[in-house]
């Protein structure tokens, strides 16, 4: 079988790659996981610090950190004793 025109080919077998690449990350991400996301809410306690209470939840702790500052509109990573938090439970 002969390529007439080999850089088209070279171009569209890249865009299918990338399509199916896009695709496959969809599937799974988050946003469309199975499981739903359990949340809890805490009361930060004098002496807690975003990544001490990132390392008591399973799992990457710079993700938790992540999804704690997402969820609770933190821009740093700055928390106050008394300052409620909702946390993702992860299982």
Excluded: H
Excluded at 6 to 33: D, E, G, N, Q, Y
Excluded at 78 to 88: F, H, K, M, S, V
């Amino acid at each position: 079988m002969k390529i007439v025109n080999f850089p088209r080919f070279i171009i569209s077998i890249s865009i299918i790659v990338c399509l199916l690449s896009f695709f496959l990350s969809m599937a799974t991400s988050k946003v469309f996981s199975a499981a739903p996301i359990e949340y809890d809410t805490i009361t930060v306690s004098e002496g807690d610090t975003l990544w001490g209470i990132a390392l008591e939840l399973n799992g990457d702790v710079s993700e938790n950190i992540y999804d704690i500052k997402e969820i609770n509109n933190l821009n740093g990573s700055i928390i106050y004793e008394g300052q409620e938090l909702i946390i993702p439970i992860k299982k």
